[in-house]
C-alpha cells in the first residue's frame, strides 16, 4: 500500500500548539514568559504565521513537554510521512471533504474479495458512496471510532444499503444500529481479526481498532485510530488531555513499530514514525 504523499497534514503548526497550550493549562502570555519567545509570534504561530525558528521552537517544545525533533519539523513544513510497508488484505482509504480538509473512512477486505469491513462512515451515505470503490459489493460489518457527524454519518444508511450484519460502536456511545464494543473485544471475518481497544480522550467513548491476518505469519498490521493520533499530531482532547496522552503513549507502544496507523484526518502514517517524530509522543 502506497502512502498519499499530497495529502497534507490534518494540523499546522498553530494547531499543535494550541492543543499542546490547551493541555498544559497554559495561557499565550505566561508561555512566552517561561520561555523567552515573544508573545506576538507565539499568537502569529497560533494564527498560522509562524516564522519561528528552531531555537524558538525547541524552548516551546521543552515548557509544553512536546518532542522537539517533531515540532521543528513541523515548524519548518518538513514533518516525515513514512514509505509504508506491504499488509497481507486489501486497504482502501475513503477520504470525504470536512471543511477544509478531509474526514476519512476505511475499507479492509481480503485480497480479492468483494465484502469488506467497513470504519466509520463519514458524512453520510452520499459523501461516501462518492467515493466507494466499485469492488466491494457488500460489508460483513461497521465498526465506529467515535459518535461525531464527520465519522458517523447515515449509520443505518449504510448498513442497509451493504447488507452488513452487525455495526459495533464504543462502549458507552449511542448511535442507532449499533452494538458496543468494549476493549479487548474481538471479531473474525474470514482470514481477519479486529480488536477494539477503549481509547477515551478526544471523545468520552472512543475506539482504536487493530486490524490483522488471521492466517499470514507476519506482524504487519493496521490500526484504525479515529481521533486519537494524526500524522504529526492528536485529536482535540475535548473529554480528557490525561486520557488522549495515556492512550497515545499506549497504544503506540503496543503496537508493532510497522503498524500503519490509519487516523481519522489527515495521511496515513506508521507507529514507529509517530513515535519518533509526533510532537505529543515526545
Not at 500548539?17 to 509570534?41: C, N, Q, Y
Not at 525533533?69 to 488484505?89: D, E
Not at 458512496?129 to 467515535?146: C, E, G, K, N
Not at 452488513?164 to 449499533?178: L, N, Q, S, T
Request: aromatic share 6%; with cysteine; proline share 7%.
Amino acid at each position: 500500500m502506497n502512502n498519499t504523499p499530497s495529502l497534507p497534514l490534518e494540523d499546522e503548526l498553530g494547531d499543535v500548539l494550541d492543543k499542546a497550550m490547551r493541555r498544559a493549562g497554559i495561557t499565550p502570555e505566561a508561555l512566552a514568559l517561561r520561555t523567552g519567545v515573544a508573545l506576538g509570534r507565539i499568537c502569529d504561530a497560533v494564527d498560522y504565521r509562524s516564522d519561528l525558528s528552531c531555537d524558538e521552537l525547541r524552548r516551546l517544545a521543552a515548557v509544553l513537554k512536546l518532542n522537539e525533533v517533531g515540532l521543528c519539523a513541523l515548524g519548518s513544513g518538513q514533518y516525515p510521512q513514512p514509505a509504508l510497508g506491504a499488509l497481507p488484505f486489501s486497504v482502501w482509504p475513503l477520504r470525504m471533504p470536512h471543511g477544509i480538509g478531509v474526514a476519512n473512512a476505511y475499507l479492509v477486505g481480503e485480497c480479492g474479495s468483494s465484502r469488506g469491513i467497513l470504519f466509520d462512515t463519514g458524512a453520510g451515505i452520499d459523501a461516501l458512496s462518492a467515493v466507494w470503490p466499485p469492488a466491494i459489493r457488500s460489508l460483513d460489518a461497521v465498526f465506529l471510532t467515535h459518535v461525531e457527524p464527520e465519522h458517523a454519518g447515515g449509520l443505518c444508511d449504510v448498513v442497509a444499503k451493504f447488507g452488513a450484519p452487525k455495526a459495533c460502536i464504543p462502549d458507552g456511545a449511542v448511535a442507532p444500529c449499533g452494538q458496543g464494543m468494549g476493549e479487548g473485544m474481538s471479531a473474525r471475518f474470514g482470514g481477519l481479526e479486529v480488536t477494539a481497544f477503549a481509547t477515551p480522550g478526544h471523545a468520552a467513548a472512543h475506539n482504536c481498532y487493530l486490524v490483522k491476518s488471521g492466517t499470514a505469519r507476519t506482524e504487519s498490521a493496521l490500526l484504525v485510530s479515529g481521533d486519537l493520533v494524526f500524522a504529526g499530531s492528536v485529536g482535540g482532547a475535548f473529554f480528557s488531555h490525561e486520557k488522549l496522552q495515556a492512550n497515545l503513549r499506549r497504544m503506540l507502544a503496543m503496537v508493532p513499530p510497522s503498524t500503519i496507523i490509519a487516523p481519522g484526518h489527515g495521511p496515513l502514517t506508521t507507529a514507529e514514525n509517530e513515535l519518533r517524530y509526533n510532537p505529543f509522543a515526545g
